[in-house]
Structure formats: structure tokens, C-alpha cells
């Protein structure tokens, strides 16, 4: 079978992002490719950032390739499932140019996988994949009945039909990836880096999956949720690959990067700098001096909080006491050049509690942001607090919720976010 993987060009004009605008690789489509391959299947995968095509063109691309079927992912690769573009307009704006020519469509990501009967709607796709996508593809591909694929749903007469709860992909097992080339040559970026010393090409790397913790704010249900370690031997050699293609900086895009003696070791005696996300309370001193000797040049990290109280209603589930987690993150920044410290508008926190932690540590070298307002995922444990198991409205309701509670908004945003339904104007179905 030809099968054509797209991560189509996105733009986020007026959206609700907190994430990353720049090329990143689309590790969810490098997995599929890798399955379908080993399957036999010719694959045609494209990236509108990596290769400086918009929707039409990329849709002309697909069409040339006439694949008997087209899998298009609903947000800007596995790095940010969890802090998601609300709206679905660039997949389906993708969908509009490509106009029936791409054979069977599948939408991956997590729009489908949290509300599958609006994702099936507004994109008009054949089938939606539920949670973690790659396996479910691979077997998409191989079948040619639909219907009993497990983790997918569809609709049959306008009313939803789902075979099976989410996939959650072994992944342990997950080969070294290979990127063309010219996808590497053109990724100048080096994620979340703020340092000078920059040299050589970026990618990303994905050392584990899920999280051990279930904090409150974290969308997470649907997907990459359970815990899990990738084989060591194939992120080393997908590190050496990358670093042959001129690679020197990797950011994992692991929820958690726990300390990983082994890899860290390996890492010394490599010519590469990386970045991760983590939580600076499971570090002790010695791991954090390897974690920088090891090439680490940029550390976020999870705190979320500045008070004992905000942490707790964020389900933290932390040991440590805000002086003892300071002191850890000053002790980081003498080993690693760029820390930051993630913080999330909690209305428990005491804004000038908060203004004195903040200044202790920015005049320690660490960075605080401004707390950001949360945003209330339909994965996430908080939406389901407020308003129980998501439905056919949950995106419009999360979103209209957060326009409501806030004045102002993340400092990343420099538009006024507009409501859900006038972003997906143009081209979704409602």
C-alpha cells in the first residue's frame, strides 16, 4: 500500500498556543514511517515547516504520490500533543486542498483522541486514531476494512462509532529513527535554548514516554500517560545517526526526562548538547553535575508553583518545600547554562509570595516566567474536575471558560486569542 504522512504547515494566528512555533521533527510520523516500512508499504512523509510547504502544496505533493491512503496529525508533532492548537483549522485546511485525491484519510493526534465524533466531523476524515498513533497506522494500513481496527472510531450514519479505548504504544522497543537529510539541514533550531554557543544543526530525540505523576493541569489521559523507557542501545544509535548528519544540539522531548545514569555516561563522551524537561525535586546535586557534563545546555523545569498550597492543587504530589526546590534549581544553573523555572497561575498562590521567589531565583541566574494562565485540556485531569468526561463540545467549552477567566494571557501570545468557532471558520465543518 502507498501511504502519505503529513505534518501540515501551521500557523497560529489569534490561537491559544503555549507551545513552540518553530520546525520541530515529527517524531510520531518517524515511528509510523519506520512500522509501515518494515510492512512493506511505500510512504511518502512530508513536513510543511522542514520543507517550506504550505497546505496547497503539500496537498499537490500527496496527490502526485496518489497514495491509497493519507494520515494527517492534528498537532505540531508528539512534542506538543499536550499543549495542542485548540482549534482544528490547518489540518483542515490541509484536507480542503488535498480534496478527495489522497485516498482513505486518517487524522491522528489528540483532538481525535480525547473527542473523536467533533474531530470526524470537522475534518470530514474517513477515521480518527485514538491515543498514541504509530502501531494503530501499521495496522490501519494492513487491513482493508476499517470497522475492526481497534483504537480508531468513525462515523457510520453521523453517529460515532469507536472500536476500543486509546492506544498506548510498547514503545521500549522503537528502532533508531533516520530523517532525510535535508529535513536535519534545514533545522536550524535548537528547542527551548537561550544560550549564544550555538553550533550545528537540531533535532529531537525521545528517550521515554509518559509520566509517573498525574498532575491536575498536565493533558495526559488520552495519550502518552503510562511510563516508559526506550531501549538504551536505540537512542544512542539514533543520537550517533543524527550527530553523523550534523546534529550538535538534541532536545528530548521526553514529559519527564528522569536521571538516566547510563545514557547521561554515554552522552560525556559525545560531541552533542541537549536539552530536557523534568522535575528538579527527583535530581540530587551529583546527577545534576553529570547531567551538565553530559552536554545538558538548558534545563525546564516543572514547578509550576512558588507555594507549599499551589502545588498541592495542582496534584504535584512534591516532598520538597519551595527553599529546598529554589536551592536545587541555583544549584542546576551552576552546571547548566539556561534553567527555567515553569510556573502556572494558581489563584492559591500569594501573588507577592510568589514576586519574592521569582526575584530570588531570576537574581540567582534562573529563569521564572510570569505564571501563565492555565488552560483546561480535555485531557486533562482539571477539565474533567470542572465538567466530567469530555463530549462533543469540550474544546468550545474549555475555550470559552479560559477567554472568560482571563485579562491577560501567556506572554508567547502576542494576539488577542479569538473563540474557537471564528479560528475554524474557514475551513472546518460544523
Same mark, same amino acid.
Given at each position: 500500500?502507498?501511504?502519505?504522512?503529513?505534518?501540515?504547515?501551521?500557523?497560529?494566528?489569534?490561537s491559544? &498556543?503555549?507551545?513552540?512555533r518553530q520546525?520541530?521533527?515529527?517524531?510520531?510520523?518517524?515511528?509510523c514511517?519506520?512500522l509501515? %516500512?518494515?510492512?512493506?508499504?511505500?510512504v511518502?512523509?512530508?513536513?510543511g515547516?522542514?520543507?517550506h510547504?504550505?497546505?496547497?502544496e503539500?496537498?499537490?505533493?500527496v496527490?502526485?504520490?496518489?497514495?491509497d491512503?493519507?494520515?494527517?496529525t492534528?498537532a505540531?508533532? &508528539?512534542?506538543?500533543?499536550?499543549?495542542a492548537?485548540p482549534?482544528?483549522?490547518?489540518?483542515?485546511? !490541509?484536507?480542503?486542498h488535498?480534496?478527495?485525491?489522497?485516498?482513505?484519510t486518517?487524522?491522528?493526534?489528540?483532538?481525535?483522541s480525547?473527542?473523536?465524533?467533533?474531530?470526524?466531523r470537522?475534518?470530514?476524515?474517513?477515521v480518527?486514531v485514538?491515543g498514541?498513533?504509530e502501531?494503530?497506522?501499521a495496522e490501519?494500513?494492513?487491513?482493508?476494512?476499517?470497522?475492526?481496527?481497534p483504537?480508531?472510531?468513525?462515523?457510520? +450514519?453521523?453517529?460515532?462509532?469507536?472500536?476500543?479505548?486509546?492506544?498506548?504504544?510498547?514503545?521500549?522497543?522503537?528502532p533508531?529513527?533516520?530523517w532525510?537529510?535535508?529535513?536535519?539541514?534545514?533545522?536550524?533550531?535548537?528547542?527551548?535554548? !537561550?544560550?549564544?554557543?550555538?553550533?550545528?544543526?537540531?533535532?529531537e530525540?525521545?528517550?521515554?514516554?509518559?509520566?509517573?505523576?498525574?498532575?491536575?493541569?498536565?493533558?495526559?489521559i488520552? !495519550?502518552?500517560?503510562?511510563?516508559?523507557?526506550?531501549?538504551?542501545?536505540?537512542?544512542?544509535?539514533?543520537?550517533?545517526?543524527l550527530?553523523?548528519?550534523?546534529?550538535?544540539?538534541?532536545?528530548?522531548?521526553?514529559?519527564?526526562?528522569l536521571?538516566?545514569?547510563a545514557?547521561? #555516561?554515554?552522552?560525556?563522551?559525545?560531541?552533542?548538547?541537549f536539552?530536557?524537561?523534568?522535575?528538579?525535586?527527583?535530581?540530587?546535586? #551529583?546527577?545534576?553535575?553529570l547531567?551538565?557534563?553530559?552536554?545538558c545546555?538548558?534545563?525546564?523545569?516543572?514547578? %509550576? +508553583?512558588?507555594?507549599?498550597?499551589?502545588?498541592?492543587m495542582?496534584?504535584?504530589?512534591?516532598?520538597?518545600?519551595t527553599?529546598?526546590l529554589?536551592?536545587?534549581?541555583?544549584?542546576?544553573?551552576?552546571?547548566?547554562?539556561?534553567v527555567?523555572?515553569?510556573?502556572?497561575?494558581?489563584?492559591?498562590?500569594?501573588?507577592?509570595?510568589?514576586?519574592y521567589?521569582?526575584?530570588?531565583?531570576?537574581?540567582?541566574?534562573?529563569w521564572?516566567?510570569?505564571?501563565?494562565?492555565?488552560y483546561?485540556?480535555?485531557?486533562?485531569?482539571s477539565?474533567?474536575?470542572?465538567?466530567?468526561?469530555?463530549?462533543?463540545?469540550a474544546?468550545?467549552?474549555a475555550?470559552e471558560?479560559?477567554?472568560?477567566?482571563?485579562?491577560?494571557?501567556?506572554?508567547?501570545?502576542?494576539?488577542?486569542?479569538?473563540?474557537?468557532? %471564528?479560528?475554524e471558520?474557514?475551513?472546518?465543518?460544523?
Open positions: 500500500m502507498k501511504v502519505a504522512l503529513v505534518n501540515p504547515r501551521w500557523t497560529y494566528e489569534h491559544i &498556543y503555549f507551545g513552540c520546525p520541530h521533527l515529527p517524531l510520531e510520523l518517524g515511528y514511517k519506520a509501515l %516500512e518494515t510492512d512493506g508499504h511505500s511518502l512523509m512530508l513536513d515547516q522542514l520543507q510547504l504550505d497546505n496547497a503539500l496537498a499537490e505533493r496527490a502526485a504520490f496518489a497514495p491512503m493519507t494520515v494527517v492534528t505540531p508533532t &508528539y512534542l506538543f500533543w499536550r499543549c492548537p482549534e482544528l483549522r490547518v489540518p483542515a485546511e !490541509f484536507l480542503k488535498l480534496a478527495g485525491r489522497g485516498g482513505r486518517a487524522a491522528v493526534g489528540p483532538h481525535g480525547a473527542t473523536p465524533a467533533p474531530t470526524l470537522k475534518l470530514g476524515v474517513d480518527v485514538r498514541e498513533c502501531e494503530v497506522v490501519l494500513a494492513g487491513r482493508g476494512e476499517w470497522s475492526a481496527v483504537h480508531t472510531a468513525r462515523l457510520e +450514519s453521523g453517529v460515532l462509532a469507536c472500536n476500543g479505548g486509546v492506544s498506548v504504544s510498547r514503545f521500549v522497543d522503537r533508531a529513527l533516520h532525510p537529510s535535508d529535513w536535519i539541514a534545514a533545522h536550524s533550531h535548537h528547542h527551548h535554548r !537561550f544560550d549564544e554557543d550555538q553550533k550545528g544543526a537540531g533535532a530525540v525521545e528517550a521515554s514516554r509518559g509520566c509517573p505523576y498525574n498532575c491536575s493541569f498536565c493533558a495526559k488520552d !495519550f502518552r500517560d503510562a511510563y516508559r523507557r526506550r531501549n538504551h542501545d536505540a537512542v544512542v544509535a539514533e543520537i550517533d545517526g550527530i553523523a548528519q550534523g546534529v550538535g544540539y538534541i532536545y528530548f522531548i521526553d514529559e519527564i526526562f536521571p538516566q545514569k545514557l547521561l #555516561e554515554v552522552l560525556v563522551d559525545r560531541d552533542i548538547q536539552g530536557v524537561q523534568t522535575r528538579i525535586d527527583l535530581w540530587k546535586p #551529583e546527577l545534576l553535575e547531567l551538565g557534563g553530559a552536554g545546555v538548558s534545563i525546564e523545569a516543572g514547578l %509550576e +508553583s512558588l507555594t507549599v498550597e499551589g502545588r498541592e495542582l496534584a504535584k504530589r512534591c516532598r520538597l518545600g527553599e529546598e529554589a536551592a536545587l534549581l541555583v544549584d542546576a544553573r551552576r552546571h547548566v547554562p539556561f527555567q523555572a515553569n510556573l502556572i497561575g494558581v489563584v492559591q498562590d500569594d501573588p507577592a509570595l510568589v514576586e521567589w521569582r526575584k530570588h531565583l531570576i537574581d540567582n541566574g534562573v521564572a516566567n510570569e505564571p501563565v494562565p492555565l483546561p485540556y480535555p485531557s486533562s485531569p477539565y474533567r474536575e470542572l465538567w466530567g468526561e469530555p463530549d462533543d463540545f474544546w468550545e467549552r475555550h471558560h479560559y477567554l472568560a477567566s482571563f485579562r491577560t494571557f501567556s506572554d508567547i501570545q502576542d494576539q488577542r486569542p479569538r473563540a474557537l468557532a %471564528e479560528l471558520s474557514s475551513c472546518c465543518n460544523h
